[in-house]
């Protein structure tokens, strides 16, 4: 499902004659890139020297390629997003779609959540998730403050918790929490109002998935897979990429219209329990699994 070294693991996969490969990013396309954003480079070819810096590009995705032919793997996307982009890239390799999974967790009162948090009841509570914090280019870490401030603006009441970072710290309403477990996690969510997911670049998102889970609305900007697992205006709010004023604005939104947002996460736990459970996941890989037995 994921590797630090890609070229080795092929290498090491030869000869065995049914192998499954799972995409999480675009890795597997280009010379360096896990998102290529904007550059060609993943299906035109990588260019000598690459724009973006990675070493020895052309030779590293040329290279991928003729293992990814000689092993002849089936491969599975969790995004339709993704798995079009290897479709052009890589074709003549088959590229099953099977959404990611998360558990679906047991609800937790909110009122219970927020008192063990030390939050009162009528703090408006915006979480935002992001492995590497603000420091984190892909999932837009850069853009948080200005989202935050834009909340906070319209918002008086609103407390911002940004979960992802190296370290804990409060700037007025604003709380920065390092990595937490799923437990700990859990709690947070509970005691949210709206999940903000500011990704420039991102395949199927675990952190919405489990926000959704947790019956939160989501306000992303439409990128990647995304828009395949928010329904905007139903389960949250979508806008276009890189737009942090609009992304403040449908999050402020949510917070004088309580009735709209409690019905968006309703309708949010509801579809990932049909669509996004870990159990259909599962299921899932087991029909591709048995199609390759059988083949």
Known sequence: HATADWLLALSALRGHPRVVITLHDAALLTGGCIQPFDCPGWHQGCLSPCPR???????????????????APYLVSPSGWLARMVRQALPGLPCAVVPNGVSIPETIDAGA???ALGIGAEAFVVLCLAHGGETSQLKGGGLWTTIWDAVKQA?????????????MRRDGDLLRLPYLDQAHLHIVRAAADVFIHPSLADNHPLGILEAMAA???????????????????????????????????????FAAQPHVRRGFGKA????????????????????VYGTLKGA
């Not at 918002?155 to 370290?167: K, S």
């Not at 306000?219 to 897979?225: D, K, S």
Request: glycine share 10%; hydrophobic share 45%.
């Open 113 to 115: 959540a927020r008192r």
């Open 155 to 167: 918002v008086p009441n609103a407390l911002g918790v940004f979960v992802g970072g190296d370290a």
């Open 268 to 287: 949010a736990r509801d579809l990932a329990t049909r669509c996004f459970d870990e159990r259909r996941m599962a299921r899932d890989y087991l029909r």
């Open 53 to 71: 810096g990675y070493a020895n590009a052309e030779e590293r995705q040329r290279h991928l390629r003729e293992l990814l032919y000689e092993l």
């Open 215 to 253: 019956g939160l609305p989501v306000c992303a900007f439409v990128v990647g897979g995304v828009p395949e697992i928010v329904r905007d205006g139903v389960t949250g709010r979508l806008v276009p990429v890189g737009d942090a004023a609009t992304l403040a604005l449908v999050c402020a939104e």
